[in-house]
């Protein structure tokens, strides 16, 4: 058995202890400091809370970050130097620098440290993914993706201060990015606009565009402007095709209560993007492999986000810096 130790159980906690209980080979713990959301995980999950972060650490073989974006840096580094295999939510962390203190830790203690980029796990993107390095679009030209819906709030409404979160283009576009980078390449160059940025707080809807290695081109939209609901798109045109993916589109099942509406795909629970991506992280810790998205791809998605941050925020490009 492997002890996994979920610090923070809101949002995220909730998804990622859903996950574990599909694992018959995991002991699941926890630590969440506000009562209602401890009482409501315990019960949900049938899992008794322990006292501190740091019972969870020194208790735990593998501690699954799932704080607020600002809280990770801390976090991350208190796992790694216990020696745990860490899992750390997206985005990475808030600052590329921050970022790199964990992979170095990590390197320098031998500890698995995996990112969150949960969207090369999703079967649209990975297959997405598959197939333009197969070539099915020939040489790629052009990329778009969009990616939002509502605003979150989070506990306490952190995800709109974007000191915390860094608004939404660390916050969600940094999965496109994270994607992109992934299927296309490397970044040379980010041109970005956002109407929240200015303000620094409540929603924002920001478009990027960017340059790849390869000579291709993106646009990333992405929003927390959108009351319609949650939706991802993609596009990719290359010299001998195109191809697209829309969730709505795909979306098996959706529900609409209370005025908001959730998909679900017809996946069988094991297919889900969350399950695989955390037994893939569990999978490369017990095979002291390296993990499926590396702390470097996550240092990656961050610098650009923060690149299209900065150029949003001074109206000129910027070059993403690679740690
Ligand atoms: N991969 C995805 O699809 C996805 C989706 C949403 C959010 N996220 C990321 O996940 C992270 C968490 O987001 P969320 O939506 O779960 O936020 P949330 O606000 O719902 O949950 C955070 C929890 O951390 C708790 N917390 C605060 N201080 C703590 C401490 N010292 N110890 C333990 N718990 C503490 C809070 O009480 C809260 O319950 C963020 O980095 C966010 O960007 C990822």
Partial sequence: MVKVGILGAGGMGNVHARQYRKMSDVDLYFFD???????????QWDVEPLDSPESVISKCDVVDICLP???????????ISAGRATFIEKP??????DCVR??????????????GQVVRFFAEFA??????????????????TRRGGLAPLGSRGWFQ?????GGVL????????DWLRWTLGEVTQVYARSVGIQVGSGPDYALTTLSFEGGAVGHVEATWMDPSGFRTTFEVAGSKGLIQHDS??????????DGRTFTDNALSPTDDPYYLELRGFLEAVRDRTEPPVTGYDGAMAVSIALAAVESAKTGVAQVPVRP
């Fill in 248 to 257: 709505r589109n795909n979306a098996a099942l959706r529900t609409t209560f």
């Fill in 92 to 97: 990475l962390a808030r600052s590329v620098e």
């Fill in 102 to 115: 964990l992979m170095s830790a990590a390197e320098k203690g031998g500890v698995v440290l995996m990112p």
């Fill in 161 to 165: 201060d974007h000191a915390r979160s």
């Fill in 127 to 144: 297959t997405g993914h598959r197939l333009v390095k197969k070539g099915a679009v020939g040489t790629p030209a052009a990329a778009r």
């Fill in 33 to 43: 400091p506000l009562p209602d959301k401890s009482e409501a995980f315990a019960k």
């Fill in 170 to 177: 660390l916050d969600l576009a940094v999965h496109d990015f």
């Fill in 69 to 79: 974006t600002d809280m990770h840096v801390d976090a991350g580094l208190q796992s």
